[in-house]
């Protein structure tokens, strides 16, 4: 049998009134774990005096469904004001059953800052509303006590932060959506031993049909040994183990037997499972956990990206990850697979999961269907020009907290590329700026984090780092024949540079140096056909790119068009749509807001899946989806 990782809960409870009930970490399960969403204590904070009056021992006034934020339809609050301070509570037994072992709080995500006690005592503080962070209670509660986990979450609304694409305004305008403020992923806990697995490292070698693994450690470590299984469908594959003088971080090798060996793709995403244990000197497994790994590489050939030595164009949609009634987070799992099973739908093989580092169900939910996707942080149009409403400011905490969502996410197969900016918008200039270091340390970081993947250091606009592994640009243009004039120059190392539109003699970026190139922004073509219906231009409240078609003929015959020029480029290794639905006003997508059909999805998909010339200039097969 294979040992692959459950989607269901496991030992957490099935309530059925708990939402989002399902595991949180399916690609690094333990069996033990208690789900904490649900009804939580909740009070507003605008003049972010609570900790002053004693909030964290007191009872809150209002109650919140975790972990919807109080912006949000589902949280039951559904306040869209700014919150420059929220806070939360709620009481839980630590189960008996976890005796001998230590209690780790879990939150997925909290936006901004948060602050977390424990029966009074501060156990975690986390900057950075993207990224997951941990408390350990050990010493702080034991097996079978009451815990009072008590949250304050600031988040200033405006100002240098980074926020992704939520409005600096009151309102939502252009592409600019409701905010999220406090806890918007599972809250959970599990017991772990003294000495037990953090998140492991999973690099996969295609080259040698194996898996290189990095298993960091906590606690005390004499005389333990870690054991690796790997597994699939018809049993053990292979088996590995440290000896009991273990490093920081033991390394183990699991080869796959030449005839088991099935490379990940689109075509066949195939996973392996690989069974974990911390095994003390007395012989007995103190820690156990199954994870999930995918054999497949991502390579760099002049101005080609190839996926398992091949070149596979990268049919690809902006995904920017938000609902109608929960905003940044889904809903239901099956609002996850939703998406995905949407864009494949439409002729999309992959996505830039766009301005959010998406839960980790999703690029679960990735690796067994075959999405391919870029990592990439909240951070749109970063500078460091005056502050102003909608200013975010490059800092150092930017790179911890990208370092933090690239060690998180590293051993997803479906992840093929980091991108950890996008859209910067800032002149070169003869003296470096913040912006300038803060990039270069991202791209660094990254790199150092991960050599497995190619990184793009910003996405469009201001490149700045030389060495990019990759080099793209944004293009918005409507009509195919200008926008192919745009972007004829990369058969000569002259591809567009943005930006093409707001000051072509100015110098917003590095020059291109002969990299893979993609057009990582495109399209989206503003259509909405109740809007195309009414009379007169003041009827119209939407936003979108360019003139809107006239009907959904022409938004067909542009589709085609625009995708048909970088289809047609032997030189381009794939495109990115914007976008796969709508997003409140901003009413591009391929599908509505609600994710339901506004037009032929058979007819984009059609004009997507004829074969690329990049796939067929070296007899490379077409891979569509």
Not at 560 to 572: E, I, N, R, S
Not at 579 to 586: P, R, S
Request: with cysteine; proline share 7%; aromatic share 10%.
């Amino acid at each position: 049998m294979s040992a692959l990782p459950d989607e269901r809960a496991h030992h957490s409870p099935s309530d059925a009134s708990v939402p989002r009930p399902e595991y949180p970490r399916p690609g690094f399960v333990r069996e033990d774990w208690l789900n904490l969403n649900g009804s939580w204590q909740f009070a507003r904070d605008p003049g972010d005096s609570g900790l002053e009056r004693g909030l964290t021992h007191a009872e809150l006034p209002e109650r919140i469904t975790v972990p919807f934020c109080p912006e949000s339809e589902l949280s039951g609050i559904g306040d869209t004001d700014f919150h420059h301070a929220v806070w939360y509570r709620r009481t839980v037994r630590i189960p008996a059953e976890w005796a001998d072992r230590r209690p780790v709080l879990h939150f997925g995500a909290v936006d901004h800052d948060a602050t977390v006690w424990v029966n009074g005592t501060e156990v975690a503080r986390h900057s950075g509303g993207f990224t997951s962070f941990s408390a350990d209670l050990g010493g702080v509660v034991r097996a079978g006590e009451e815990a009072v986990v008590v949250v304050r979450a600031r988040d200033a609304g405006r100002g240098p932060q980074a926020r992704g694409k939520q409005s600096a305004e009151y309102a939502n305008h252009a592409c600019h959506y409701t905010r999220v403020t406090g806890i918007w992923q599972t809250v959970w806990l599990e017991p772990v031993a003294a000495t037990h697995l953090r998140r492991p490292r999973i690099t996969p070698d295609l080259a040698s049909g194996s898996f290189h693994l990095e298993l960091p450690l906590s606690g005390n470590r004499a005389g333990h040994r870690v054991r690796a299984r790997l597994t699939d469908a018809s049993g053990a594959l292979a088996v590995a183990s440290s000896d009991a003088h273990l490093d920081l971080a033991p390394r183990l090798v699991l080869t796959v037997p030449e005839e088991s060996r099935r490379p990940w793709s689109p075509e066949d995403p195939h996973l392996y499972g690989i069974e974990l244990e911390v095994v003390d000197g007395d012989g007995t497994v103190v820690d156990h956990a199954v994870c999930t790994a995918g054999l497949r590489s991502v390579a760099l050939d002049g101005k080609r990206l190839l996926l398992n030595g091949k070149p596979v164009f990268q049919r690809l949609v902006l995904d920017q990850g938000w609902y109608p009634d929960g905003l940044m987070t889904a809903p239901d799992d099956a609002a996850l697979v939703r998406d995905i099973e949407l864009s494949l739908a439409a002729g999309f093989n992959g996505a830039r999961l766009h301005q959010k580092v998406f839960e980790e169900r999703f690029l679960h939910h990735a690796d067994r269907l075959g999405y391919l996707v870029w990592g990439e942080f909240g951070d749109w149009g970063c500078n460091t020009g005056p502050v102003g409403p909608d200013n975010q400011r490059p800092s150092s905490g930017y790179v911890t907290q990208w370092l933090e969502a690239v060690e998180r996410d590293y051993s997803h197969p479906s992840i093929i590329g980091w991108c950890p900016l996008n859209e910067t918008r800032q002149l070169l200039h003869d003296r470096r700026t913040d912006l300038d270091d803060v990039t270069r340390a991202m791209f660094l970081a990254t790199k150092a984090a991960d050599t497995s993947r190619p990184v793009l250091d910003t996405s469009g606009y201001s490149h700045r780092v030389r060495e990019t592994d990759v080099y793209d640009s944004h293009c918005y243009e409507q009509d195919p024949e200008a926008f192919r004039r745009l972007m004829d120059g990369l058969a000569k190392d002259r591809p567009m540079v943005n930006p093409q539109d707001e000051d072509p003699g100015a110098t917003w970026s590095v020059p291109y140096a002969g990299q893979p190139y993609f057009c990582s922004e495109f399209g989206g073509i503003w259509w909405n056909p109740e809007e195309a219906e009414a009379a007169g231009e003041d009827r119209y409240v939407s936003w979108g790119y360019g003139e809107r078609p006239r009907d959904e003929e022409e938004f067909q015959r542009r589709f085609a068009g625009l995708t048909g020029v970088l289809l047609d480029d032997p030189d381009m290794f794939g495109y990115c749509y914007t976008q796969l639905t709508d997003v409140f006003q901003e009413q591009n997508g391929v599908y509505r807001f609600d994710r339901g059909e506004k037009l032929d999805v058979a007819r984009v998909r059609e004009a997507q899946l004829r074969p690329a010339a990049y796939e067929r200039r070296d007899g490379g097969a077409a891979t569509g989806s």
